[in-house]
T-cell receptor, first 115, second 114 residues
C-alpha cells in the first residue's frame, strides 16, 4: 500500500522569506502523480501544484515549486516570497496513474507566516 | 470558474439517525469521490464512483455507507445509522478524466453526531 509521510507537523516562516515543506512517500509503482494541497482555515482543499513522476523536470507554479527526487521518493514544496495568505495546512498527496485513482494524503504541515 | 458544491456546510444529527450529504460535482466531470477528515487528522479516502458504480472503496466505507448519483448533477453520501465516530469533515471531489488526474474539492460538510 502507498504511504505518504510529512515529518514536520508545524513550520513557521517570516513574510517574504522562503520555506520548504518536506514529504516522502512509498510506492512500488513507477508512474504516479504527486500533489500539494493547501487547506486554509475555511477547510477547503485547494490544489497548489502537481508533479507527474515520469517527468524529471520539477513543477513550478508562480511562487511555488517542488523538488522531486524519484529515487529518494521525496517531494518537497518550496514557497518563495511567503505571504500572509500562505498560512494554511499543507497536505502532500499521491495517486497512481490508474483511472479514478484515489488520493492518499500525508498528515499535513501547518504553516504559520509571521510579520 | 466551475466548482464543486457541497450542502449543507454543517449538519448536526443524533446518533443512530440517517444523514445524506450532498455534492454537485463540476458538470462535465466523470469521476467522483468522498473523503473524510476527522478533526486534527489527515484526509482519508472513502469511495470513488464512475459510470454509476463504485470503483473503489476503503475499509472505512462499510455497510453503513452508500453513495448515489440520483440524477445528472448530484452525488450523495448516505450514512444509515450515524455513530459518534462519524463526526468529521466530509469532502466531495470530482475529476474530469483524460489524464490530468486532478481532483477538485468542495468546501466540505462538517458532520457533528451527538
Amino acid at each position: 500500500a502507498q504511504t505518504v509521510t510529512q515529518s514536520q507537523p508545524e513550520m513557521s516562516v517570516q513574510e517574504a522569506e522562503t520555506v520548504t515543506l518536506s514529504c516522502t512517500y512509498d510506492t512500488s509503482e513507477s508512474d504516479y502523480y504527486l500533489f500539494w494541497y493547501k487547506q486554509p482555515p475555511s477547510r477547503q482543499m485547494i490544489l497548489v501544484i502537481r508533479q507527474e513522476a515520469y517527468k524529471q523536470q520539477n513543477a513550478t507554479e508562480n511562487r511555488f515549486s517542488v523538488n522531486f527526487q524519484k529515487a529518494a521518493k521525496s517531494f518537497s514544496l518550496k514557497i518563495s516570497d511567503s505571504q500572509l495568505g500562505d498560512a494554511a495546512m499543507y497536505f502532500c498527496a499521491y495517486s497512481y496513474t490508474g483511472t479514478a485513482s484515489k488520493l492518499t494524503f500525508g498528515t499535513g504541515t501547518r504553516l504559520q507566516v509571521t510579520l | 470558474e466551475p466548482e464543486v458544491t457541497q450542502t449543507p456546510s454543517h449538519q448536526v444529527t443524533q446518533m443512530g439517525q440517517e444523514v445524506i450529504l450532498r455534492c454537485v460535482p463540476i458538470s462535465n466531470h466523470l469521476y467522483f469521490y468522498w473523503y473524510r477528515q476527522i478533526l486534527g487528522q489527515k484526509v482519508e479516502f472513502l469511495v470513488s464512483f464512475y459510470n454509476n458504480e463504485i470503483s473503489e472503496k476503503s475499509e472505512i466505507f462499510d455497510d453503513q455507507f452508500s453513495v448515489e448519483r440520483p440524477d445528472g448533477s448530484n452525488f450523495t453520501l448516505k450514512i444509515r445509522s450515524t455513530k459518534l465516530e462519524d463526526s468529521a469533515m466530509y469532502f466531495c471531489a470530482s475529476l474530469l478524466g483524460g489524464g490530468l488526474n486532478i481532483q477538485y474539492f468542495g468546501a466540505g460538510t462538517r458532520l457533528s453526531v451527538l
